[in-house]
Every structure is written in structure tokens, then in C-alpha cells.
T-cell receptor
Framework: SQQGEEDPQALSIQEGENATMNCSYKTSINNLQWYRQNSGRGLVHLIL?????REKHSGRLRVTLDTSKKSSSLLITASRAADTASYFC???????????FGPGTRLSVLP | GAVVSQHPSRVICKSGTSVKIECRSL??????MFWYRQFPKKSLMLMAT?????????EQGVEKDKFLINHASLTLSTLTVTSAHPEDSSFYIC???????????FGSGTRLTVV
């Protein structure tokens, strides 16, 4: 069953602004990942954060993880029109279970 | 980095026919691959876990006789949609993992349209 829940479901911003997406989950996890999907395409892995990490950076991406609140956030700084896509969080269980995905956040970056 | 090749990218078939989708790990071996289905503007729904050399594990509600999975080698898993119907029209995606820190690598997906 789906346990990752992204928030908001849709986000529209101007180019140059920052975009923040949140993800909540229900069970204990080993790690959490964020993926990006362009319309009609496969998913691209963006970043993985382990359960013992609190923050991770990759280029313009910043991911935080709060295991006490069972939540994560993805921040995209200085957004570009090319960042327009759907973003999904996925959780991996502590026993190596399959990743389960939330419904995703559809980000639109307007030029 | 790890690459997963999925083929075909698009397929249109008539009701009642079967369609085979291939998922290959190009530069790594994958004992486990995953098959997902995605409805428009929705998230991915895990259908089954494909295990090399053994039977696939299907998620609840997924008909194993409808969606046949074969994982004959460490680099190839196939999903066959048997006796396809229009309601099977969807976007199907496979994934596999090389190393944990790389996350899961996804195929580019297959758009199936049953007419």
C-alpha cells in the first residue's frame, strides 16, 4: 500500500523562486528517496537520504529527514523552467522491502 | 551509472492479444526487479517483484495469470499482459537496483494502449 504522501499535490512558482515539497510516511524506514518524472517518462533518481541522516545536498537540491515526525522535505532552489515535472518520494523499509511511492507533487515552474 | 532499458516504449494492441514488455539491466546484475503501473497523473503502483530464478511476488489485487512475469536471467525480466483489455491500458515501468546508494534505476516506461 502507498505510504508516502507528498504535499502539496500541485505547486506553481515563478522561475528563480524556491520550491519546497513535503513527504510524510507511516512506518519505520531504512532510507527515503526522491524521484523526478517528466510527463510520460520513467523516473529519475534524485537523492537518497538514510534514516540516520538529517539533511543532504545535491546541487540545487536539499533534502531533510525528520524520523521523529516521519517526514521529509525536498527544496529546489533557484528553480528553472526545466524543473517542471512530478516529484515523488519513496520509502524503503528496514527489512529491505520494496519502495512504495506517494502520489507525487506536480511542480510547474513558469518562465 | 546503472542503466535499465525498457522496451517497447509504446505499444498498441487489439483486445484479446498479449503484449510482452522487456526490462534489462545493462551494466549490472539484478536479482530483483520491480514492475509498476501508473495511471494518468497518479503515482506508481507496485504490481510485482520479479525474482531471478524463482516465481514473482505479486501485490494484493494483481492477477498473476493476467500479468505474467519471467525473470530468466540476472539482466532480464519480462512482463506479459495476457488477453489484454482496454482497462489494461496504462503506463508500465520497471526498476532495478545496483547499489543501495544509487537508489533504484527505472526504465523509461511502456505506454500500453489496448483498442
Amino acid at each position: 500500500s502507498q505510504q508516502g504522501e507528498e504535499d502539496p499535490q500541485a505547486l506553481s512558482i515563478q522561475e528563480g523562486e524556491n520550491a519546497t515539497m513535503n513527504c510524510s510516511y507511516k512506518t519505520s524506514i531504512n532510507n527515503l528517496q526522491w524521484y523526478r518524472q517528466n510527463s510520460g517518462r520513467g523516473l529519475v533518481h534524485l537523492i537518497l537520504i538514510r534514516s540516520n541522516e538529517r539533511e543532504k545536498h545535491s546541487g540545487r537540491l536539499r533534502v531533510t529527514l525528520d524520523t521523529s515526525k516521519k517526514s521529509s522535505s525536498l527544496l529546489i532552489t533557484a528553480s528553472r523552467a526545466a524543473d517542471t515535472a512530478s516529484y515523488f518520494c519513496a520509502t524503503g523499509g528496514i527489512y529491505g522491502q520494496n519502495f512504495v511511492f506517494g502520489p507525487g507533487t506536480r511542480l510547474s515552474v513558469l518562465p | 551509472g546503472a542503466v535499465v532499458s525498457q522496451h517497447p516504449s509504446r505499444v498498441i494492441c487489439k483486445s484479446g492479444t498479449s503484449v510482452k514488455i522487456e526490462c534489462r539491466s545493462l551494466d549490472f546484475q539484478a536479482t530483483t526487479m520491480f514492475w509498476y503501473r501508473q495511471f494518468p497523473k497518479k503515482s506508481l503502483m507496485l504490481m510485482a517483484t520479479s525474482n531471478e530464478g524463482s516465481k514473482a511476488t505479486y501485490e494484493q489485487g494483481v492477477e498473476k495469470d493476467k500479468f505474467l512475469i519471467n525473470h530468466a536471467s540476472l539482466t532480464l525480466s519480462t512482463l506479459t499482459v495476457t488477453s489484454a483489455h482496454p482497462e489494461d491500458s496504462s503506463f508500465y515501468i520497471c526498476s532495478a537496483r545496483d547499489r543501495v546508494e544509487y537508489g533504484y534505476t527505472f526504465g523509461s516506461g511502456t505506454r500500453l494502449t489496448v483498442v
